[in-house]
């Protein structure tokens, strides 16, 4: 594995979750493979989960981490080629790219979606300038369309709570937010779910498809309440338009998740990938709930990372 931004770099996405659980079993056995092995983290955006569990994930398997918080820390990036960089820009991402992979082994990015242009958005400009210039293989802490490490810490995290020989169903449905999010984190489980064996939903209000470069397939049903019906897995998150981009085009508080609606499921277990809008996507009782599993998936960040850094440090040479 030289590159982790999709679901589309894993062969084998039951491997790696059985890779990942053996880590949870055994989280200090592979500690000799990232001796003297420096994973460097790159920030463009705030971070809690992903930036300590991918960092603790290195330290477990005995690699050096370090963090450049690039967006406050950093020169101000140019990101187009060829430019006559006379203004505000003092370095070109290429030359960070290829300046640290003299520092690091492996190359870890966070570059969140500006919300501003969906072209440019979503042709994923710093993570592919990245991996086009820098030498080391590079991991996705969440691009502008995807979030990978997230939705493999999810499919695990539903792994340990289906043990059922049918096929759940989950529900991926969109709850309110105030701030124009992207649709990263959706995409990506959604591209995750279409490639595990479940029954797969997603459920909003019209004007919020998500694009189907990443859906295709997925059941899309715009009562929130019917798509409901039946769910064994439940995933709420927010995103703003696709279409008519970044646009919030429903603020309606009817779309929050609360355990009245989860009556009509399948005593439903509740994801969602934190950060949270409490009583805005969701209510208090729902995430605090006995069939809450937003801890679980944030413990499993951990293991997600950890079998991602394993397999490209066994399938590199450096
Ligand atoms: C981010 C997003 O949805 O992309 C990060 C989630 C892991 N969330 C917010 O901006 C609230
Ligand atoms: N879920 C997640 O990626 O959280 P952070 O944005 O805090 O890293």
Redesign the pocket.
Known sequence: MKIFTSVNDVTNIDEIVNEALMLKKAPYSFSHLGKNKTLGMVFM?P?L??RLSTQKAGMNLGMNTMVMNLDKDGWALEMNEGVVMNGTTVEHVKDVAAVMSQYCDIIAIRC??QMKNKEADYSEMILNQFIKYSTVPIVSM?GSTL?PL?SLADVITMRENWTKKTKPKVVLTWGP?I?P??Q??ANSFSEWMLKTDVDFTITHPEGYELSEDFTKGAKIVYNQQEALIDADFVYI???SCYNDYAKILCADSNWMLTNKKLEVTNNAKIMH?????RNLEVSDEVLDGANSLIYQQANNRLFSAQAVLKKILETNTF
């Open positions: 955006n971070s989960r992903t969140f979606a969440e979030h997230q937010h701030k999010i992207a990263a984190v998150k927010n995103w990938c934190l950060p949270v809008r």
